[in-house]
């Protein structure tokens, strides 16, 4: 397993060290829990652009535009 060292200025760990102490973990568990559910959200969102991307085409803005607006109103 690795470890990691990392600097933060004082007024922000004691940020991170309430919302730990809130949620009745210790800093280095919400510090890590935290970074891994970033690391989670960034896959998700990277695996959800490459499904938009093989499954829908690109429609121009005038087309888009056509179909939901009348001639009279755009």
């Known amino acids: 397993m690795a470890t990691t060292t990392i600097r933060i200025p004082d007024d922000q760990y004691n940020e991170i060290q309430e919302l730990a102490n809130f ?12 970074l891994l ?12 652009i490459e499904v938009l991307n093989q499954h829908n085409e690109s429609v121009p803005l005038e087309d888009v535009m056509r179909e939901v607006f009348t001639e009279d109103e755009v």
């Open 37 to 48: 559910e970033r690391v989670e959200d960034e896959n998700d969102y990277t695996a959800a």
């Open 23 to 34: 949620h009745g973990m210790k800093v280095s568990d919400f510090m890590r829990d935290t």
